[in-house]
């Protein structure tokens, strides 16, 4: 794939990348492993990654799947950044330096960069994230482009988990619901359809809600969709104190 | 080396799939009878969140429609392939198939008064084909993500059992009936054994056969590989849909959406080169005619770029603020991938390997058939990786997640009324057997070769041989190659020994799902000598529906590959001449 000309001749690169190894299975501690790998000037880390795996060691383990940022299944720490490999261009980073790639932090690792996503999804699915309506409308329900433009940030979601695990507030205890499951209530809580509002903000006026937000845009800036996390956060916040969204 | 654990279940309902289809599915049947959905992936990491430009409905919100136009074009669209019994029922579903959508709360974009909006899309028409029609329902161009979303949302919402990172490996038969499906839990290296009243596959397609393709890493087509497998026939898998806006070398898609909102293909003079292949339409003709134009503007050397090998979207004329509401995705990917700028710059694209028109063959009921009539009781395919056929010869933008919506659902109800009456079948003993064997042979084989090597061999050949252009003469180089492939497939390597999370093991079983698939692919394609929709062949450039109005049907017979045919189902449209 990598090895098509496109737009300009393309420029080859040597790039060293220190991959956080880890699996229970071979009894060692885990430990940064250097790879060196030729990519080429439109690679992605993902690109990198698969040269790893497919001519260097197999057993490297990673999640991927359409490699083009819409699935969301290879979040990482880049560079101590999280981001997602297939949207993080090797030319965009400093290729003087080697490029560090290591799961995301605050859900337990598993494999290499396979991280135990269950916690992550069981917060998402505790605040109720489908729409409640009680109406039974023959044809599709009327929704003003205002009201639909309303959540439209955080129907982008792709459950990555690159703002959760930016949190340090998640990192602690991994009790706090985290942005991820914020982000998908307030989808709901704002949508003029839906009318399970107040049981999401009774969820999430939790001691594990949105209170522990300490408002540090970590995840605002690892949102790799651009959805403005912490001002969602923020506006679940105000409905709460409202009473209303 | 440890023996795998092996565990067993028993459910009413066994759904091999977590993309729209089998979710769609799960949907019909979760609230009616005990349902397992199995999925190699997290179910919202599957690739119908992919899709972008819409679904098609006859809603006529926005302009005169009617099913029936609809039905047309999808018959014309699919070269006149398509099964007009099934064209019809997509068509007339279509628009409850959406309401259902937007009551699960599918953010639609909206008209000024509130509706859901619609827009154009390649070969919908007004009137059998006399202008383009707005008949897309859609959410920006990120409409296969909201399904999705949506659809999951409904899932947790009935709370329907799900099996993430099970990888369904194989499928037990007893005395002609389907049994139960033997996964692989990626994160142990256990086997199951779901045994189910009804099974349901909805596994999408297998566009890693090609090397450029807008298709997930994950898309090996694993279920319709294990269907060829146990000796069932596959349908039309000749005909293969070559998406004409890849992001050029990378085959990232770029919606046709674009094109809807009025985007513009060019070749290097600037000229709007559609202009002369399909003068009333133009750039919104179906995709195998926009593909084939690009291919041969690149062939006659007007090619952009240093290496003339691209043509170009042109949205420069567009206002930023109709990009940025209706296409920020596609534009972003062009911005992150190849750093243009698409409000002032116009787009490098180039065709990409898409979808499968062919597949699994079923009825309207979403049955899996045995042979051109018989059912197998029980056994039920929907979406991607089934054939209807509603696709025929070259599927419409926006007809692939309305084909999961409608016959997602039916494959749910009938498989809820199936196993509502039926009995499991007894599973084997040696149910797990061929699986275990399969999977010890590839972790403790000492070969030398290596999976990605041999992969990359296989899509190189196939982008050459057989894609948009074809002749007897490079289908037998792929066969060739592939026949060489296999050999060295025998003495493949795989490195990771472990039982927990080993991708690279299954890495090397999909590779053998990959070239069953592209080997029937070729040897269909060498069969069908005529040019119609998605297939082209070269030496015979023009349909021939004296000899080839029929479908393609291909059985595994031991090693070779035996072609039958079946006749097309035709109720209102005679096969005409196309054009647009």
């Known amino acids: ?245 | 080396m440890a023996k795998p654990t092996i565990h067993h279940h028993e459910y009413d309902v066994v759904i091999v799939g977590a993309g729209g289809a089998g979710m769609r599915a799960a949907i019909e049947t979760g609230p009616h009878t005990k349902t397992a959905v199995i999925s190699k992936l997290f179910p919202t990491r599957s690739h119908t969140g992919a899709a972008q430009g819409g679904m098609a409905a006859a809603l006529a919100n926005v302009e005169e429609d009617s099913w029936e136009w609809h039905t047309f074009d999808t018959v014309k669209g699919g070269d006149y392939l398509v099964d007009q019994d099934a064209a019809e029922i997509l068509a007339k579903e279509s628009v409850q198939a959406v309401i259902d959508l937007e009551n699960m709360g599918l953010p639609f974009n909206r008209t000024p008064d509130g509706k859901i909006d619609q827009r154009r899309f390649g070969g919908h028409t007004r009137d059998h084909g006399k202008a383009p029609v707005r008949r897309s329902c859609y959410a920006a161009d990120r409409t296969g993500h909201m399904i999705l979303q949506t659809l999951y949302q409904n899932c947790v919402k009935l709370g329907i059992e799900f099996y993430n990172e099970f990888y369904v490996l194989d499928l037990v038969m007893n005395d002609g009936k389907p049994a139960a499906v033997v996964a692989y839990e990626l994160a142990t290296g256990d086997l199951h054994v779901f045994a189910g009243k009804s099974i349901i596959f909805a596994t999408g397609g297998f566009g890693k056969i090609f090397k450029t393709t807008s298709n997930a890493h994950t898309l090996t087509g694993d279920g319709v590989g294990i269907i060829w497998r146990k000796g069932l026939p596959l349908e039309d898998m000749e005909f293969y849909q070559f998406h004409p806006t890849g992001l050029a070398g990378l085959g990232i898609l770029l919606s046709e959406a674009a094109r809807g909102e009025g985007a513009i293909l060019r070749n290097s003079t600037g000229e709007r080169f559609m202009e002369r292949y399909a003068p009333t339409i133009k750039d919104l003709a179906p995709r195998d005619m926009v593909a084939r134009a690009m291919a041969n503007e690149v062939r006659e050397g007007r090619g952009a770029g240093p290496n003339k090998d691209y043509v170009l979207l042109d949205l420069t004329h567009l206002p930023p603020e109709v990009i940025d509401a209706k296409l920020p995705d596609i534009t972003e990917f062009a911005r992150t991938y190849l750093g243009v700028e698409p409000y002032t710059e116009p787009v490098p694209v180039f065709p990409t390997a898409h979808y499968a028109m062919g597949g699994i063959p079923t009825n309207i009921k979403a049955e899996v058939l045995s042979n051109n009539k018989t059912v197998v009781p029980g056994l039920y395919a929907a979406g991607e990786c089934a054939c209807v056929s509603v696709h025929g010869a070259n599927r419409l933008g926006t007809n692939s997640l309305l084909d999961i919506n409608v016959f997602g659902k039916r494959a749910g109800i009938y498989a809820v009324e199936y196993a509502k009456k039926a009995k499991h079948v007894p599973v084997p003993k040696d149910a797990v057997d061929e699986t275990v064997a399969l999977l010890e042979h590839m972790r403790n084989a000492k070969g030398t070769e290596k999976v990605a090597v041999l992969r990359k061999e296989l899509q190189d050949t196939m982008d050459l041989n057989a894609q948009v252009y074809r002749t007897e003469e490079s289908l037998d180089e792929a066969l060739a190659k592939i026949a060489e492939l296999r050999k060295r497939y025998e003495h493949v390597q795989v490195q990771d020994k472990g039982m927990r999370f080993n991708t690279d093991l299954l890495e090397a079983v999909e590779l053998g799902f990959l070239l069953d698939l592209a080997e029937v692919l070729v040897a269909t394609a060498k069969e069908r000598r005529e040019s119609r929709g998605g297939h082209f062949r070269e030496d015979y450039p023009t349909r021939n529906d004296e000899k080839f109005m029929v479908h393609s049907m291909a059985y595994k017979n031991g090693s070779k590959i035996k072609i039958d045919w079946k006749p097309v189902t035709i109720t209102n449209y005679q096969p005409m001449e196309r054009k647009y």
Not at chain 1, 79 to 101: E, F, S
Not at chain 1, 197 to 226: Q, S
């Open chain 1, 1 to 245: 794939m990598s090895d098509v000309k496109v737009i300009d001749e393309i420029p080859t690169y040597q790039v060293t990348l220190f991959v956080r190894r880890f699996n229970q299975e071979d009894g060692l501690e885990a430990r940064w492993e250097d790879f060196d790998v030729t990519v080429h000037g439109t690679d992605r880390v993902l690109d990198a990654l698969h040269k790893i795996k497919w001519e260097q060691d197999g057993s490297l383990t990673f999640r991927r799947s359409c490699a083009h940022g819409v699935c969301g299944s290879d979040a990482m720490r880049i560079n101590g950044r999280n981001r997602l490999a297939c949207k993080t261009l090797i030319k965009d980073l400093d290729m003087t330096k080697p490029i560090y790639v290591e799961p995301i932090k605050g859900l337990t690792v598993e494999k290499d960069l396979v991280v135990d996503m269950n916690p992550f999804y069981e917060a998402y699915r505790a605040v109720k994230p489908f729409l409640i309506a009680s109406d039974k409308p023959e044809k599709e329900r009327i929704q003003s482009p205002e009201d639909r433009e309303r959540f439209e940030d955080t129907t982008k979601c792709i459950l990555c988990a690159a703002c959760t695990s930016s949190c340090p507030v998640f990192w602690t205890d991994g009790q706090y619901f985290g942005p991820a499951a914020i982000v998908n209530a307030h989808r709901f809580i704002f949508d003029s359809r839906d009318e399970g509002a107040e049981v999401r903000l009774d969820i999430l006026n939790d001691k594990e809600g949105v209170w522990r937000c300490r408002t540090t845009f970590n995840c605002t800036e690892a949102c790799p969709r651009g959805i403005e996390v912490t001002k969602a956060i923020a506006e679940v916040k105000q409905a709460i104190l409202r009473g209303k969204p």
